[in-house]
Every structure is written in C-alpha cells, then in structure tokens.
C-alpha cells in the first residue's frame, strides 16, 4: 500500500509521512528514517521518509511521491540515517539520489535534524 503524506501542523516536529515548509524546518527524531529537502520561495520544504510504514516498506512509488512535494526545489538535500537506507533498502535509496539529484548527502544517522537557508543553501539544523 503506498505511502499517504499530510502537512505537518508543527514545522518544528514533522513527522514520519508528513511534509512541511517554513524559513526553518525540524523533523521529529529519526531512526532509520531520512529526510529529503529542498528551497521554494525563500522557504525549507522537508519531507520526512521512513523505511517502513506499518508492514509496509518503502517503494519508489512513495520517493516519487514525496520528492513531488518538494515542488521543483532547488539544491535537494538528504539528511539523515542514510547508511540504514543502503543497507535495507538500496535500489530505493538509488532511485531517491537519481531521481531528486541531491546536491549534499548528510549522512548523520539517527537523531533529530532540519534544516535552514543559509547563504542560499540548506544548513542542517540539530
């Protein structure tokens, strides 16, 4: 079943599935999870990716989904537990790099993360 995303109605806590656009983003802590995010109209879009939804896991229909949510941004990054990513997941995670082009991988891991326009890039935030 494919992933179902809704806005997050905390910019500062978006959870998994969920999507938000701010000057500033958080996502809620990750633990295998990733987050993509991208710059439109001088704001942060950030999607928040799990691997599994339930007993359902990640497909490239559900990247396809959520890279349409970042709206033609530019300077797409990822963020997060990218190592879980590749080792459960890898054709995904490909089809995620090829398919949004990220201009920065932040491979951090699990933990709390968003991100901010500085300079006309995305800082990540922690």
Same mark, same amino acid.
């Given at each position: 079943?494919?992933?179902?995303?809704?806005?997050?109605?905390?910019?500062?806590?978006?959870?998994?599935?969920?999507?938000?656009?701010?000057?500033?983003?958080?996502?809620?802590?990750?633990?295998?999870?990733?987050?993509?995010?991208?710059?439109?109209?001088?704001? +942060? &879009? !950030?999607?928040?990716?799990?691997?599994?939804?339930?007993?359902? @896991? %990640?497909?490239?229909?559900?990247? *396809? $989904?959520?890279?349409?949510?970042?709206?033609?941004?530019?300077?797409?990054? +990822? &963020? !997060?537990?990218?190592?879980?990513?590749?080792?459960?997941?890898? @054709? %995904?995670?490909?089809?995620?790099? *090829? $398919?949004?082009?990220?201009?920065?991988?932040?491979?951090?891991?699990?933990?709390?993360? !968003?991100?901010?326009?500085?300079?006309?890039?995305?800082?990540?935030?922690?």
């Amino acid at each position: 079943m494919p992933y179902v995303f809704s806005q997050a109605a905390d910019t500062e806590a978006i959870a998994e599935r969920e999507w938000g656009k701010a000057a500033q983003i958080m996502f809620t802590g990750f633990s295998s999870c990733i987050g993509i995010m991208a710059i439109k109209n001088n704001e +942060v &879009i !950030g999607v928040h990716l799990p691997l599994r939804d339930g007993n359902n @896991a %990640v497909t490239n229909d559900d990247i *396809d $989904t959520a890279i349409g949510l970042l709206d033609g941004g530019a300077y797409p990054v +990822v &963020i !997060g537990s990218i190592s879980a990513w590749e080792a459960s997941a890898s @054709a %995904v995670y490909q089809h995620l790099v *090829d $398919t949004l082009h990220p201009v920065e991988q932040y491979a951090y891991g699990d933990g709390t993360y !968003g991100g901010e326009i500085v300079n006309g890039r995305i800082r990540p935030r922690f």
